[in-house]
């Protein structure tokens, strides 16, 4: 009898376990210039990504976290990219990841410039376990400058859950939705070295509100990494 308890305690503690806060990757993570019909671009970075609920964290708003990102170019004006994520601070007991899938639509505005509009959808994990979904469209202006360079700016409104059904919140002391809205500015460059590899640097400014918890934070999520891209013919992408 004593050994049937500890096992209804065991997977009790089981069904209750869950993560505090799930991290997000912010960034956008683009080239010089939008991937042309075929191309692959592979990115890897290291980043500073916003907490979801930081006060159930001791307050800290952000966790360090590595970042890597697979794009593919379908045509001219469309690619897509899929990207993954982790936090290597370990701030919770078991590891905390994500990964997010967007499209880019490029609408050309002159021979070097363009608006580039990226819907998202994305879900975080506690381990194997799905503890959050998002979404969010931003629409960016990028810009080639030269044969190396390209620059970036843009906004983004957000969106995520870590449930479709309501809870109790204690803040609100009703049962909603425990969801939350974000709205994001991006700003970055991206260098290419040699020919085959790139430098690529970003700024995003978070203006996040949780619903359920009835609070709001604002933090900057900084991140620098490295990209190469390759086009059809199996060799680095050449400048425009």
Same mark, same amino acid.
């Given at each position: 009898?004593?050994?049937?308890?500890?096992?209804?305690?065991?997977?009790?503690?089981?069904?209750?376990?869950?993560?505090?806060?799930? @991290?997000?990757?912010?960034?956008?993570?683009?080239?010089?210039?939008?991937?042309?019909?075929?191309?692959?671009?592979?990115?890897?970075?290291?980043?500073?990504?916003?907490?979801?609920?930081?006060?159930?964290?001791?307050?800290?708003?952000?966790?360090?976290?590595?970042?890597?990102?697979?794009?593919?170019?379908?045509?001219?004006?469309?690619?897509?990219?899929?990207?993954?994520?982790?936090?290597?601070?370990?701030?919770?007991?078991?590891?905390?990841?994500?990964?997010?899938?967007?499209?880019?639509?490029?609408?050309?505005?002159?021979?070097?410039?363009?608006?580039?509009?990226?819907?998202?959808?994305? @879900?975080?994990?506690?381990?194997?376990?799905?503890?959050?979904?998002?979404?969010?469209?931003?629409?960016?202006?990028?810009?080639?400058?030269?044969?190396?360079?390209?620059?970036?700016?843009?906004?983004?409104?957000?969106?995520?859950? !870590?449930?479709?059904?309501?809870? !109790?919140?204690?803040?609100?002391?009703?049962?909603?939705?425990?969801?939350?809205?974000?709205?994001?500015?991006?700003?970055?460059?991206?260098?290419?070295?040699?020919?085959?590899?790139?430098? !690529?640097?970003?700024?995003?400014?978070?203006?996040?509100?949780?619903?359920?918890?009835?609070?709001?934070?604002?933090?900057?999520?900084?991140?620098?990494?490295?990209?190469?891209?390759?086009?059809?013919?199996?060799?680095?992408?050449?400048?425009?």
């Amino acid at each position: 009898m004593k050994a049937f308890h500890r096992s209804v305690l065991f997977l009790a503690i089981l069904l209750v376990g869950c993560s505090r806060s799930a @991290i997000y990757s912010p960034s956008l993570l683009l080239g010089k210039s939008p991937l042309k019909a075929k191309e692959v671009d592979f990115q890897g970075n290291i980043e500073l990504m916003p907490e979801a609920r930081p006060q159930a964290l001791g307050g800290k708003q952000t966790t360090v976290g590595v970042v890597g990102q697979f794009g593919y170019g379908f045509g001219e004006r469309f690619g897509m990219s899929l990207k993954a994520w982790y936090d290597i601070e370990h701030r919770e007991d078991r590891l905390r990841s994500g990964y997010s899938l967007c499209a880019q639509f490029v609408k050309e505005k002159a021979p070097n410039s363009r608006l580039i509009f990226i819907p998202k959808i994305g @879900i975080t994990l506690w381990l194997e376990e799905v503890n959050g979904y998002g979404a969010s469209t931003a629409v960016v202006y990028h810009q080639t400058i030269g044969d190396k360079i390209g620059c970036y700016g843009g906004l983004e409104l957000a969106w995520g859950t !870590n449930e479709f059904f309501k809870e !109790n919140s204690p803040a609100l002391q009703k049962e909603v939705l425990p969801m939350g809205f974000a709205a994001l500015a991006h700003l970055g460059v991206a260098g290419e070295l040699l020919g085959r590899f790139r430098v !690529n640097a970003e700024l995003t400014p978070v203006y996040q509100f949780n619903y359920f918890d009835d609070n709001q934070q604002f933090m900057v999520s900084p991140t620098i990494g490295v990209g190469y891209a390759i086009n059809p013919k199996g060799k680095p992408k050449q400048a425009d």
